[in-house]
């Protein structure tokens, strides 16, 4: 089966750092694409961070340069820095794959597109 499992959530001061990780099974990385969302309650689910098959990678402007989503074909296991934490950046943060070929761009901007969803993990930045 297909499965994402998301982690590294948790509560973190104005300022801070957390690094998520997106695990997979059922299907390795190397041909797919990821994509990172978050959705604060009240708001509309929005693209954070993804990453191609290529390894090209695209941001939110929102966390443009604050984020970073890695490439390791070591581990069938993607990863989300996020740096200088705000409190807008509360969220429930989900991981997606898209098992066809989309791009890094596509994916930020289609949700609808990913085929397969994580549970999510919490990040709540407060202090």
């Known amino acids: 089966e297909v499965q994402l499992v998301e982690s590294g959530g948790g509560l973190v001061q104005p300022g801070g750092s957390l690094r998520l990780s997106c695990a997979a099974s059922?299907?390795?990385?190397?041909?797919?694409?990821l994509g990172w969302f978050r959705q604060a309650p009240g708001k509309e689910r929005e693209g954070v961070a993804s990453?191609?098959?290529?390894?090209?990678?695209s941001y939110a402007d929102s966390v443009k340069g604050r984020f970073t989503i890695s490439q390791d074909g070591a581990k069938n296991t993607r990863y989300l820095q996020m740096n200088s934490l705000k409190p807008e950046d509360t969220a429930m943060y989900y991981c997606?794959?898209?098992?066809?070929?989309?791009?890094?761009?596509?994916?930020?901007?289609?949700?609808?597109?990913?085929?397969?969803w994580g549970k999510g993990t919490l990040v709540t930045i407060s202090s």
């Open positions: 059922g299907f390795t990385y190397s041909s797919y694409c």
């Open positions: 990453i191609d098959s290529d390894g090209s990678t």
């Open positions: 997606a794959v898209d098992l066809g070929k989309m791009s890094s761009v596509q994916a930020l901007r289609n949700d609808h597109g990913m085929d397969y």
